[in-house]
């Protein structure tokens, strides 16, 4: 199982970045998928994640209205579409494999720094 995360980047607050994550070294639709974050100095929390068949996703209440999950199945790709990002979204954002903390793999992460 590889997970392997794109996108991150240093923004601005109120700018936009989108994640990318590419599944491979399993069947990726036959999973549930979803995105964990780590901020310096805190313990992972799970962002929010979307059922196998992308026809049900869940964020958590602080970032509602401002981040969506989507999914491509065909190419084995998890998104994470991130607006309106504020300095508490400073983190490593990790795709995992699985829902909330029944997640079993996780990737390497890419950094999301949000600071004017």
């Known amino acids: 199982v590889q997970l392997a995360e794109s996108g991150g980047g240093l923004v ?9 994550c590419v599944g491979s070294g399993f069947t990726f639709g036959s999973y549930d998928m979803g995105w964990v974050r780590q901020a310096p100095g805190k313990g992972p929390e799970w962002v929010g994640g979307i059922a196998s068949s992308g026809y049900s996703t869940r964020v958590k209440d602080s970032v509602k209205g401002r981040f969506t999950i989507s999914r491509d199945n065909s190419k ?14 400073t983190a490593v954002y990790y795709c995992a494999r699985g829902w909330e903390s ?14 004017s």
């Open 102 to 115: 029944n997640y079993d793999h996780r990737g390497q992460g890419t950094q999301v720094t949000v600071s």
């Open 12 to 20: 601005q607050p109120g700018d936009s970045l989108r994640l990318s």
């Open 76 to 89: 084995s790709t998890l998104y994470l579409q991130m607006n309106n990002l504020k300095p508490e979204d």
